[in-house]
């Protein structure tokens, strides 16, 4: 009997160091990520001093919000002076449900693999100086809420998979250079006007069955 309890209380004590160390790599890999977009940015407030891939886990530094598992869940760096680009690797963040990074200098492209952080509900990056296209990808982010991509230099269509997103309630494009038709379908239907206003090249609300919503856009 004592030495059945020995082997269990073995089994148990090697089954939580696993899951600790799965944990950790795990953590490890989410503080790389983010260490990927410190490396992008340019930051004369060093808001980003506390980022020191050196730790065990990114829940130490500052703008990092974690959850009991040491997964991050949320990174606020809103109207901190950055300039540089958004990297791919934020598509690793798989817990991430705020990507606060709105009101800064950030440029280049959206990088289409924020399309799979799946547990996203809120993607600001309005007042930066994005360009290129929005990607489709971000059709699939299906707990997603809030998007606001207005106040940059986005071009191209509006993609017609956001419209999927039975959860969005808050679009706002406005003030890019975007061109097509706005979608009136699924999550769209509802959405005010304004959010989609100072795009010149919008051709205003789409008409389902009439037109197609890409004309004279690319």
């Known amino acids: 009997m004592a030495a059945q309890n020995s082997f269990r209380e073995l089994f148990v004590a090697s089954l939580t160091l696993a899951l600790a160390l799965i944990r950790m790599a795990e953590a490890n890999s989410e503080g790389d990520a983010l260490y990927a977009l410190r490396r992008s940015l340019s930051d004369p ?3 980003l001093q506390s980022w020191d891939p050196t730790l065990v886990n990114p829940c130490t530094w500052f703008h990092v919000t974690c959850n009991q598992d040491s997964r991050v869940t949320r990174v606020d760096l809103g109207n901190s002076n950055l300039s540089g680009h958004l990297v ?3 598509g690793k963040l798989e817990h991430l449900q705020y990507l606060e990074l709105y009101k800064n200098n950030i440029q280049g492209t959206i990088p289409s693999e924020l399309g799979n952080l799946n547990s996203l509900i809120s993607l600001d990056l309005y007042n930066n100086n994005l360009t290129g296209k929005i990607p489709p990808s971000l059709g699939k982010l299906k707990s997603l809420v809030f998007l606001r991509l207005n106040d940059n230099r986005l071009a191209g269509p509006i ?3 956001l419209t999927g997103i039975s959860s969005l309630k808050v679009v706002d494009v406005s003030t890019n250079d975007l ?16 959010n989609f206003e100072n ?3 919008l051709e205003g ?3 389902l069955g009439l037109a197609s919503y890409d004309t004279n856009c690319n």
Request: glycine letters at 6%.
């Open 179 to 194: 061109c097509g038709t706005i979608p009136t379908s699924g999550s769209f239907e509802h959405l005010p006007l304004e």
């Open 199 to 201: 795009d010149p090249r």
């Open 45 to 47: 407030n060093n808001v």
């Open 88 to 90: 791919p690797e934020l």
């Open 205 to 207: 609300p789409e008409l």
């Open 159 to 161: 993609p017609r998979e």
